[in-house]
C-alpha cells in the first residue's frame, strides 16, 4: 500500500486558552459598545491594541478563518511568476498556472520542509535548495535525486499524483489575490456580494499593477485600518497633500455590511475636466471611492487609478503594510507624458503616508499611556472605523458569551 507524504490539507481551527480576566473585561466591554448605534457610540479600550492576548484572539479568528486581501493578480502576469506572502508563521507561494489561474501553495518541501523559494521571479518548476527535490508550478513533486529510498513512501519509487505540497484557498475577486487558510469558507465573491454591486461597473480587472511597495509600522494592525476608513482626518492631517483634493464636506458615507465599509466624495464640475479616462459611467457622480474590506484591506477608487492597502499584522505593535497603485489603460493612454503623471502620483500617496505614519504610530504609543479610558466617534466619517471596530469584536465575542 503506497502512501502519500502531503501533508494535510486540513487547518486546525483551535480554540484559545482560558482567557485572563482582563482580556474578557476587554472584550466584553468593546462587544457591549460594538452593539450601540453610531451616534451613541464610544471607541473601544486602548487595550485593544496593545494586549497581546487580545492580538493572539484576532490571528485565531481573522487571519487563520477569514479571507484576507493579499496583491493584485497583475503582480505575477506570466507562467511561473510567482511571490512569497508570510502569515501566521506560515510562507505561501503565490504562482501563476498554465491556465492562467493562481495557486497558494506552502513553501516547504516535502521532505524536510525547507523553503522552496524566497522574494519573487519566474519559475515553472520549484526545487528545493536543500536536497533539490522538484516540482512542478501547481506543487506536484515530479523530482528526486537519488531516490532508492524513497520506495519506502511509494513502492515504484517514484512520487505519486498526491505528492504534492500543501495547497490553500485562493480566489481572484476583480484582480485582487484573496487568500483563505479556512477550508469551509465561502467564496470571496459570496462574502462581498453586496460590494459586487457597487464596483463592477468599475472593471477593476482592466488596472494595470504597475507599482508596489511595502512599509512597516511601529502600531497595531487596527489602528493602520481604521485610519483607511475613515477621512475625518484627511483635511488636517493632509492639509497640504491629499486634503486639498478632498473636501471634507462632499465625502459621505455609504451603507456596507458586516464585511467591508466605504464612503465616497462626489464629482465635481472641475475634477470631471481632469480625468483622463474616458470611459466613466455617465450617471456616476462619484469622483473617488474607498472601501473597507474586512479584516486587512482598503480599496481607493479613482477613475483613473486604484490606490489599494494590504495590512499583515506581525505583532501586536508591529505591522506591515503593502500597497500598490494600480493604473487604468485609458487613463495611461491619454496622458501626455504617462510616466511623469505616473511618477507624481506616486509621489503624491508616498507623502500621504508619512503622514498617516507618524499619526497611527503616536496612537500605538498613546494608548499605552490610556488605563480605561475611551473616546467617542465625533464625526460622521468615522463611521467606517466604528463599523470595523464592529466586525472585529463580533470575531472575539463568543470568548465572553
Same mark, same amino acid.
Given at each position: 500500500?503506497?502512501?502519500?507524504?502531503?501533508?494535510?490539507?486540513?487547518?486546525? =481551527?483551535?480554540?484559545?486558552?482560558?482567557?485572563?480576566?482582563? !482580556?474578557?473585561?476587554? %472584550?466584553?466591554?468593546?462587544?457591549?459598545?460594538?452593539?450601540?448605534?453610531?451616534?451613541?457610540?464610544?471607541?473601544?479600550?486602548?487595550?485593544?491594541?496593545?494586549?497581546?492576548?487580545?492580538?493572539?484572539?484576532?490571528?485565531?479568528?481573522?487571519? &487563520?478563518?477569514?479571507? %484576507? &486581501? !493579499?496583491? /493584485?493578480?497583475?503582480?505575477?502576469?506570466?507562467?511561473?511568476?510567482?511571490?512569497?506572502?508570510?502569515? =501566521?508563521?506560515?510562507?505561501?507561494?503565490?504562482?501563476?498556472?498554465?491556465?492562467?489561474?493562481?495557486?497558494?501553495?506552502?513553501?516547504?518541501?516535502?521532505?524536510?520542509?525547507?523553503?522552496?523559494?524566497?522574494?519573487?521571479?519566474?519559475?515553472?518548476?520549484? !526545487?528545493?535548495?536543500?536536497?533539490?527535490?522538484?516540482?512542478?508550478?501547481?506543487?506536484?513533486?515530479?523530482?528526486?535525486?537519488?531516490?532508492?529510498?524513497?520506495?519506502?513512501?511509494?513502492?515504484?519509487?517514484?512520487?505519486?499524483?498526491?505528492?504534492?505540497? &500543501?495547497?490553500?484557498?485562493?480566489?481572484?475577486?476583480?484582480?485582487?489575490?484573496?487568500?483563505?487558510?479556512?477550508?469551509?469558507? $465561502?467564496? %470571496?465573491?459570496?462574502?462581498?456580494?453586496?460590494?459586487?454591486? !457597487?464596483?463592477?461597473?468599475?472593471?477593476?480587472?482592466?488596472?494595470?499593477?504597475?507599482?508596489?511597495?511595502?512599509?512597516?509600522?511601529?502600531?497595531?494592525?487596527?489602528? =493602520? %485600518?481604521?485610519?483607511?476608513?475613515?477621512?475625518?482626518?484627511?483635511?488636517?492631517?493632509?492639509?497640504?497633500?491629499?486634503?486639498?483634493?478632498?473636501?471634507?464636506?462632499?465625502?459621505?458615507?455609504?451603507?456596507?455590511?458586516?464585511?467591508?465599509?466605504?464612503?465616497?466624495?462626489?464629482?465635481?464640475?472641475?475634477?470631471?475636466?481632469?480625468?483622463?479616462?474616458? $470611459?466613466?459611467?455617465?450617471?456616476?457622480? @462619484? =469622483?473617488?471611492?474607498?472601501?473597507?474590506?474586512?479584516?486587512?484591506?482598503?480599496?481607493?477608487?479613482?477613475?483613473?487609478?486604484?490606490?489599494?492597502? @494590504?495590512? /499583515?499584522?506581525?505583532?501586536?505593535? /508591529?505591522?506591515?503594510? /503593502?500597497?500598490?497603485?494600480?493604473?487604468?489603460?485609458?487613463?495611461?493612454?491619454?496622458?501626455?507624458?504617462?510616466?511623469?503623471?505616473?511618477?507624481?502620483?506616486?509621489?503624491?500617496?508616498?507623502?500621504?503616508?508619512?503622514?498617516?505614519?507618524?499619526?497611527?504610530?503616536?496612537?500605538?504609543?498613546?494608548?499605552?499611556?490610556?488605563?480605561?479610558?475611551?473616546?467617542?466617534?465625533?464625526?460622521?466619517?468615522?463611521?467606517?472605523?466604528?463599523?470595523?471596530?464592529?466586525?472585529?469584536?463580533?470575531?472575539?465575542?463568543?470568548?465572553?458569551?
Amino acid at each position: 500500500m503506497e502512501t502519500a507524504i502531503t501533508p494535510s490539507t486540513n487547518i486546525a =481551527l483551535t480554540e484559545a486558552p482560558q482567557l485572563k480576566k482582563s !482580556v474578557t473585561s476587554i %472584550i466584553k466591554q468593546w462587544s457591549a459598545n460594538s452593539l450601540t448605534e453610531f451616534s451613541e457610540a464610544r471607541s473601544a479600550p486602548p487595550a485593544i491594541y496593545t494586549d497581546p492576548d487580545i492580538f493572539e484572539l484576532e490571528m485565531s479568528e481573522l487571519f &487563520l478563518k477569514e479571507w %484576507i &486581501l !493579499v496583491a /493584485r493578480a497583475g503582480q505575477i502576469p506570466k507562467h511561473g511568476d510567482y511571490f512569497t506572502y508570510e502569515i =501566521l508563521d506560515k510562507s505561501i507561494i503565490f504562482i501563476r498556472q498554465e491556465d492562467g489561474t493562481i495557486k497558494a501553495l506552502a513553501n516547504a518541501c516535502l521532505h524536510h520542509f525547507t523553503s522552496l523559494v524566497q522574494g519573487s521571479g519566474c519559475k515553472q518548476k520549484l !526545487v528545493c535548495p536543500y536536497h533539490s527535490w522538484t516540482y512542478q508550478a501547481d506543487g506536484q513533486l515530479i523530482g528526486i535525486p537519488q531516490k532508492d529510498g524513497f520506495q519506502r513512501c511509494n513502492k515504484s519509487g517514484l512520487p505519486s499524483d498526491r505528492d504534492r505540497l &500543501l495547497e490553500y484557498r485562493c480566489e481572484i475577486w476583480h484582480g485582487f489575490i484573496f487568500l483563505s487558510l479556512n477550508e469551509s469558507i $465561502e467564496p %470571496i465573491s459570496e462574502r462581498l456580494a453586496n460590494l459586487e454591486g !457597487v464596483i463592477e461597473k468599475y472593471s477593476f480587472d482592466k488596472f494595470e499593477d504597475l507599482y508596489l511597495t511595502t512599509t512597516e509600522f511601529e502600531c497595531n494592525w487596527k489602528t =493602520l %485600518i481604521e485610519n483607511f476608513v475613515e477621512s475625518y482626518h484627511v483635511p488636517y492631517l493632509h492639509k497640504s497633500t491629499f486634503g486639498p483634493l478632498v473636501p471634507p464636506g462632499l465625502m459621505k458615507m455609504m451603507p456596507g455590511d458586516n464585511h467591508f465599509t466605504f464612503h465616497v466624495t462626489p464629482l465635481g464640475s472641475d475634477e470631471e475636466k481632469n480625468i483622463l479616462n474616458k $470611459e466613466v459611467p455617465a450617471d456616476d457622480p @462619484n =469622483l473617488l471611492g474607498d472601501y473597507g474590506v474586512f479584516p486587512n484591506g482598503l480599496i481607493g477608487h479613482h477613475f483613473d487609478y486604484l490606490w489599494w492597502i @494590504n495590512v /499583515r499584522p506581525i505583532d501586536v505593535d /508591529r505591522s506591515e503594510m /503593502r500597497w500598490g497603485i494600480s493604473f487604468h489603460p485609458n487613463a495611461l493612454a491619454s496622458a501626455s507624458d504617462a510616466q511623469t503623471w505616473m511618477q507624481e502620483l506616486i509621489d503624491l500617496i508616498t507623502a500621504v503616508l508619512r503622514e498617516d505614519k507618524l499619526a497611527v504610530e503616536g496612537v500605538q504609543r498613546g494608548a499605552r499611556l490610556m488605563a480605561d479610558d475611551r473616546g467617542c466617534f465625533f464625526h460622521a466619517m468615522e463611521q467606517g472605523a466604528f463599523e470595523f471596530q464592529r466586525y472585529v469584536a463580533s470575531k472575539l465575542e463568543k470568548y465572553v458569551r
